[in-house]
């Protein structure tokens, strides 16, 4: 697929870029080579390649999931200007 320098109007204007002429001639050649790229990589026959979320088969190593802090919310509340039932009470921002 090839585009034209109308396409390339069309889609400026769509994209509401203001291009120069000469812009518009240097978009259009980015443009037809990564739709000229696009091609390629669609005629590669992928047929029986199962699809992969990474390229790479990585791993996460995961650490156990426990508590390692002790629990400060008494403290923290302690100087919290208001609480309520373990909850920060705040000023009403929306009416």
Excluded at 29 to 37: A, P, T
Excluded at 54 to 67: G, K, N, S, W
Excluded at 72 to 94: D, M, N, S, W
């Amino acid at each position: 697929m090839s585009l034209t320098p109308e396409d390339v109007s069309r889609i400026a204007l769509l994209s509401r870029i203001e291009l120069s002429p000469a812009e518009r001639e240097t978009t259009r050649e980015q443009l037809n080579g990564i739709l000229g790229f696009i091609e390629q990589l669609q005629a590669v026959d992928t047929a029986g390649i199962e699809p992969m979320a990474h390229a790479v088969d990585v791993v996460q190593r995961l650490r156990p999931d426990v508590v390692t802090e002790t629990d400060r919310r008494a403290e923290f509340q302690a100087v919290a200007p208001e609480t309520e039932a373990g909850l920060y009470l705040v000023p009403k921002v929306i009416e």
